[in-house]
């Protein structure tokens, strides 16, 4: 049975970096996409970046653009987000999600694991 952790949150100051990992256990994450939701306080759940089983990525939030990157190792089932010049508007609860289309498509993604929080803060 699929089984995903997220690791890597924790706090950091503003202009920061984190790098969030995805590892998955129990099954292979070959052949699905990829992504990350954050949920920041008092907030609706938001699509960040999903990668492609083959490398092809795509961001979801215009605000984490030039600042977040999806990458994958596909040796070590797992899927990272580099996120660096963090913002206190960037403190959430970030979440993996699943899509077995492979597609990168919003609708298709299905969040898992409990989610990691990033706090920025001064």
């Known amino acids: 049975q699929l089984h995903v952790v997220e690791s890597g949150g924790g706090l950091v100051q503003p202009g920061g970096s984190l790098r969030l990992s995805c590892a998955a256990s129990g099954a292979t994450l070959d052949y699905y996409a990829i992504g990350w939701f954050r949920q920041a306080p008092g907030k609706e759940r938001e699509g960040v970046s999903c990668?492609?089983?083959?490398?092809?990525?795509?961001n979801f939030a215009d605000s984490v653009e030039g600042r977040f990157t999806i990458s994958r190792d596909n040796a070590k089932n797992t899927v990272y987000l580099q996120m660096n010049s963090l913002k206190p508007e960037d403190t959430a609860v970030y979440y993996c999600?699943?899509?077995?289309?492979?597609?990168?498509?919003?609708?298709?993604?299905?969040?898992w694991g409990q989610g990691t929080l990033v706090t920025v803060s001064s």
């Open positions: 990668i492609t089983y083959t490398g092809g990525s795509t």
């Open positions: 999600a699943l899509d077995a289309s492979d597609s990168c498509r919003l609708a298709f993604l299905t969040v």
